[in-house]
Structure formats: C-alpha cells, structure tokens
C-alpha cells in the first residue's frame, strides 16, 4: 500500500504562481512513477503531468506544457508539482497518483490521494 497526501493548493490570482506537494508513505517509494491529475467541477478527471521513477523523465499534458513542471525527490517521499502563469481555467481538485507504468495518462493508477483545491481568480 502507499498512502498518499497533497498539501499546497489555495486560492490565487491568475498570472501567478504555487507549488503543490505530494507526500508518500508506505511501500517503496522509488519504485513508482508518479502522477498529477486534476478535476475541475462537473468534469472528468484528467492527466496533468508524470514523473519516471528517478526522475529521469517526465511527460505532460499539452494544456500545461511550459507552465507547470513536475519533480520528485526520493530523499523525502515527495512529488510537486509547480504551476506557473495560472489561469483561470486551470482551477480544479489536483490529485496526486502512484503507478509501476509510465507514462499512463488514464486513470487506471495504483494509488490516489484525497486530492487539493486550487482555485485562480481572473
């Protein structure tokens, strides 16, 4: 089992910038690739950005690319996520997933968490 929490979303005006985090406990940790995804209300869940296992490669979704950037670090069991020039649009739950599979952009990962709110202000 691998027991997910995200912390960091609030409440910002569009053009600026937050850093969402993703803390991991329970199995290995560095054997997952891990994932953020994000629900804005009355919509599908979707696919925002993944990391490989190491770190060595990540890939995202084209709504975010050049924006927002997705690191690890396997010293502290945790993924961010860093969203810079934010748009109104991009205000939805952001969700934090692990998985052995990567790149998967469905929904079908091993492991979810309960997810934060990041609201942008136009």
């Known amino acids: 089992q691998v027991q997910l929490v995200e912390s960091g979303g609030e409440l910002v005006q569009a053009g600026g910038s937050l850093r969402l985090s993703c803390a991991a406990s329970g199995r290995t940790f560095t054997s997952y690739a891990m994932a953020w995804f994000r629900q804005a209300p009355g919509k599908e869940r979707k696919f925002v950005a993944a990391i490989r296992w190491g770190g060595n490669r990540t890939f995202y979704a084209d709504s975010v690319k050049g924006r927002f950037t997705i690191s690890r670090d396997d010293t502290k069991n945790t993924v961010y996520l860093q969203m810079n020039s934010l748009k109104p649009e991009d205000t939805a739950v952001y969700y934090c997933?692990?998985?052995?599979?990567?790149?998967?952009?469905?929904?079908?990962?091993?492991?979810w968490g309960q997810g934060t709110q990041v609201t942008v202000s136009s």
């Open positions: 997933a692990a998985d052995g599979v990567f790149p998967r952009t469905a929904l079908d990962y091993d492991y």
